[in-house]
């Protein structure tokens, strides 16, 4: 079992202190980023501001050259814009490391349904993903149904997510991607558009505090959230596309270390 430490915050910086009973660890960082939502507030012919600014982040993400990149939601502002996917769909092949796509509401029309979620796969080919990276794992849900209260869909995935938890107990620290957070800043809160069903949340959180689940990395918000519940960082981060509120554009760096991580916000533009 992992021994959770102190969590030490500045500004831009997270340090969570681990102590991992793995022998062997590899120092390593990956990037998180949101939001890209080519078309978001972008009055441009041809989409060339949302263009520019995932530019931006793909020249920044390819200097830094972690060893993935995983992007949770919200690819484009409109799925059925044919210039919005091209767009996404040009850009994302120019990131050097592999890179790992979940949807968002906009990504899914902003509802559920079964042949909604069917053609987003078509489109995309997945909703979810698993898998390990230098003894630590990488599990991504679809929040979609969660949000929209498709109880079959959500059942299934549960399931799912709890059969992947339990193959990475042994995991060095363990991270879970979603788009939209669990909760903004109280598990208590009011539902609204940027949380989950009240109902459900404790559910979840029960269920990453059993796994022993390190860090919940989300999007959805366009601005950064940064909590700690029960041991369990839920963080938000800023979009890559228009920021709103205190956000910036930017993307999250997660560094990797033997004693715990940190997430480091990278601006890519003033």
Sequence with gaps: MRNHGIALVSAITLLVVVTSCSKKFEVFSFVHCTDTQIGFMDHSEGFTHSDSLFNAAIVAVNALAPEVVVITGDLVDNIDDPIQNSIFEKRVAEFDPPVYLLPGNHDYKKQW??????????????????????????????????????????????????????????????????????????????????????????????????????????????????????????????????????????????????????????????
């Design 113 to 270: 349904t079964e042949q909604i979620r069917d053609d987003y796969v078509a489109l995309r080919g997945y909703d979810r993903f698993s898998f390990k990276k230098k003894g630590c794992a990488f599990i991504g849900i679809d929040t979609n149904c969660i949000k929209e209260k498709a109880e079959e869909a959500e059942a299934e995935q549960l399931s799912w997510l709890e059969g992947e938890l339990r193959k990475a107990r042994k995991a060095n620290y363990t991270f879970l991607f979603l788009h939209c957070p669990i909760f903004k800043k109280d598990i208590a809160e009011a539902d609204d558009y940027e949380n989950f069903p009240i109902e459900k949340r404790e559910k979840y959180i029960s269920l990453l505090k059993e796994y022993g689940v390190d860090a919940v990395l989300a999007g959805h918000t366009h601005k950064d959230i940064d909590i700690e519940y029960q041991g369990i960082r839920l963080v938000a981060a800023n979009p890559v596309c228009e920021a709103l509120g205190h956000g910036r554009p930017g993307f999250n760096v997660v560094k990797v270390g033997k004693e715990g991580f940190e997430i480091e916000f990278h601006p890519t533009t003033d």
